[in-house]
């Protein structure tokens, strides 16, 4: 998938013929992003986390770089994964958006730290963009190639975002899309809309994924209900939708048990319209569940997996659902990336309305225990190990052109 890649010798001038003898063994990564799983847990910080790990097993010398969540020492080694805390943690969202000033603030104690050592490979995450320059900065001096992964590309979103303020979010994710010729897109829809903005170069697809073993060996747990929903409660993921979806849903099933997991700037209003629309008996909302394991167990004991954002750039709670053996309903719109899981008769795909969420949540009651084979096979592809092969050749070939 990558046609050319430029890359750089590092700073002490290693030769084309010790990188190739260190590959296959050894390469030194860092990871950029604000955020650290699991201190705070959503698909980009999963995804580095899930990949660190694997790579680490493997014999890789993996470092992450973001804000320190943790009590004690800058850096802090987990399962052989090293977690730099370059600064203090500041508030992810402001009035419900993701705060500028965080990530600026990030992004500039970010540098000193990044050069303390040297890499084989920076791979920066795009969003929130302006690491992204910190990490080119790096990169530059020490001669290493960067990699940015980009997760989902908002271009003219930055308007409904910012209002008129957008332009300024608009103009800085394009910039970024110049720092590098080394891309990688979550998905293919990312990829389009990458290309769509005006990347010339190659741009490889490599996905999210699940721990497929480790969600096949738990049981359900044993509080039942029959629709989840597992995610951050922000605007963008509709989760009002949702609940009144399920009051439509209570119309034909007076007993039915929605579970909505995560936590968010939203959730307190999201409470007052359960409360609202008489639905306190019918909806729970756990808040943030810090075991990665008691979300599969309640998905596990659900019956069907409700996406209604408008803004995804790939959905890996959908895919666990899916492993689960749960169907997905998720909203057919240009940014949200679940759509693209949805084959095979492994989910419906409906409009963002309260009507069509709970007709097709009923549809998934009816035909569930026909679509769980379909389900469970959508899902084995997605397997981490087998997309950390694809990140390890990937490197491997960054640092070999």
């Known amino acids: 998938m990558v046609l050319f890649i430029c890359t750089h010798f590092d700073s002490h001038g290693r030769d084309r013929a010790e990188i190739y003898e260190r590959l296959g ?3 030194k990564i860092a990871y950029v992003y604000d955020v650290i799983y699991p201190y705070v847990k959503g698909g980009a910080e999963k995804r580095i986390w899930e990949i660190s790990k694997r790579l680490a097993r493997k014999g890789h010398e993996v470092h992450i770089f973001g ?3 943790w009590d004690g020492g800058a850096v802090l080694t987990k399962e ?3 977690l730099h805390g370059v600064c203090e943690p500041k508030e992810l969202y402001v009035e419900g958006r993701r705060s500028i000033k965080e990530a600026i603030y990030y992004a500039r104690k970010l540098i000193r730290p990044l050069l303390k050592e040297d890499y084989e490979v920076i791979d920066c995450q795009a969003f929130p963009y302006f690491p992204c320059f910190s990490a080119k900065l790096c990169s ?3 001669r290493t190639p960067l990699v940015i992964t980009w997760h989902e590309v908002w271009d003219d979103y930055w308007y409904e975002y910012l209002g008129k303020k957008g332009v300024f979010g608009q103009v800085i994710e394009r910039i970024t899309t110049k720092l590098t010729g080394n891309m990688i897109a979550v998905s293919d ?5 990458l290309k769509r903005v005006g990347v010339k170069n190659d741009i490889s697809v490599i996905t999210n994924g699940i721990d497929c073993g ?5 049981a359900a747990s044993e509080e039942k209900t029959d629709i989840i929903f597992v995610g951050r409660l922000i605007k963008e993921k509709n989760v009002d939708v949702l ?3 399920v009051g439509l849903v209570k119309n034909e099933i007076t007993a039915v048990r929605c579970v909505i997991i995560g936590a968010g700037p939203a959730q307190n209003e999201l409470e007052l319209l359960a409360a609202d629309l008489d639905l306190e008996v019918n909806i729970e909302f756990t808040g943030f569940l810090a075991e990665y394991e008691s979300v599969i167990t309640r998905m596990k004991s659900s019956k069907v997996f409700v996406s209604p954002s408008t803004r995804e750039g790939f959905g890996i709670a959908a895919l666990e659902a899916n492993a689960c053996g749960l169907p997905i309903v998720t909203v057919n719109h240009a940014m949200n990336a679940v759509c693209d899981l949805i084959k095979d008769d492994n989910g419906f795909r409906c409009e963002l309305s309260e009507a069509d969420i709970a007709v097709k949540i009923l549809a998934s009651f009816d035909r569930r225990v026909a679509m769980e084979t379909s389900c469970l096979e959508s899902a084995k592809g997605y397997d981490w190990d087998i997309i ?3 990140i390890e050749n990937y490197y491997e070939t960054v640092t070999r052109s």
Not at 214 to 218: P, Q, S
Request: aromatic share 8%.
């Open 80 to 82: 052989d994964v090293y």
């Open 140 to 142: 530059t001096l020490k």
């Open 67 to 69: 804000m320190k969540f």
């Open 388 to 390: 950390v092969a694809a």
């Open 214 to 218: 480790t969600i096949a060996n738990l």
């Open 25 to 27: 063994r050894k390469v």
């Open 189 to 193: 829809r990312t990829a389009d809309d």
């Open 243 to 245: 609940i009144k979806a």
